[in-house]
């Protein structure tokens, strides 16, 4: 029976990196078998919810598609919130309930493809909420996990290190009474992992390496892990240029000389709701602090075009809130990412095509990925303006707003120093009109 390598791919953009891995002339040859495991949405996460989660398969589905033998689906039966109370039994025995039904489907989903757990030597995966149900059944197999978020990267920084993590409980309680608590508090949970959730259990010690494009810079700052590699940036740019040409990506013409501004607001939450009246209000502040901020920026750099992209998931009112940026559209050519593609891909995809000179966005990883694979491009940040936007008007905010810089700038600043993005504060005052 010949050895198979499971790929479970729950997002376009890992699927990217592994497409791109597979392309590696030194990989061992094995039968692909993949399987989407996106996590099924509840329907008042976004308008058109359900349609936007059949997209979003697709997109995942046309990026590994070329390099899988079969493919199937097991997206995971619920929307993980990370709700388990470790401290209630009730609570801990519930989990312990949904995720045996999520073992069932599995071995069902395999079952149905002809794979013997057995014959899984490799599962790649970006470390999911899943990943352990196919660890625990596949027992001979060792992992390979992809980098995906900056929760990912900074977790590679801090491998093998004892991080000191209670100090926001704890206050300023020594550090040699706070981490014996965190060493008491994660063997309190790994007994629990261990006696009632088994299955889910230690298998991160079954990972054999950890694929990143910040592989030299995670490298640089954490020496020790030895498991983090290079994700090739020349097979990332070969296999994203073919993709887009065999998707046929843009359906007219491409605008040049643009700047492209990602709009990453917290729109619609199964916990936190937006009315349409809340969003056109912050795309009114966005636009605000853009002529404030940023557009004497622009025209000083020869920008004629700003081109909008939203995430799939939280474009809600979206173009609405694009179309009444009557003060920005005096100025420059507003252009909509969707009326140029009828995908929805992340913004990794369309940069090889649109090649913006700066690139704007909340601080996140597309800053990070598009500086080490373009460094021609000029990446600012927003997140301090939507930081004090969120803290004024009590919306949610993303906790990692809040450790972001403190790792990437401070703490390993010296290794991520030519890839980190800027926030312009009116550096240039007056705004020019044509």
Known sequence: MQKVRLILADDPLPALFMSSYLLDSCLRKLKNVTLYVGLDLPFNFSTSCEEKKRLHLEATKSVLAPYSDKWGDCMAPRYFTGDCNYFSLFSILKERKLRGLELIKIRQVLESLKVDPRDVEEIWCRKGSLDGH???????????????????????????VLRDQTRGRLGRVPKYIRQPVRRLKRFYFKSVDKIFLYFTANFETRFKKSLSLLGQEIKAGN???????????????????????????????????????????????????????DVLKVFNAFEDYLLSELVPYFQSKGISTLVFKSKLFFDDYSDEGIARLDRLSKLFKIVYLSDLSKHNYPTEFYLPFLRPKILVAAYSTVLFFAKKMYPDIETLTYDQWFISLATRERYLQFREFSWYRKVFNDQFGHCFRDLLPTEKSGQISQVQEN
């Not at 059944?137 to 990912?152: I, M, Q, R, W, Y």
């Not at 492209?260 to 009315?275: D, Q, R």
């Open 134 to 160: 196919f660890f625990y059944l596949c027992k001979n197999a060792t992992g390979v996990s992809f980098e995906h978020g900056l929760p990912d990267i900074k977790n590679s920084l801090f491998e093998g």
């Open 223 to 277: 020496p020790s892990n030895t498991k983090i590699e290079l994700l090739s940036p020349s097979l990332l740019l070969d296999r994203t240029e073919e993709i887009g040409r065999n998707n046929h990506l843009f359906e007219c013409s491409i605008p040049e000389r643009s700047g492209l501004i990602l709009t990453m607001f917290p729109y619609p939450k199964p916990w936190y709701e937006f009315s349409r009246n």
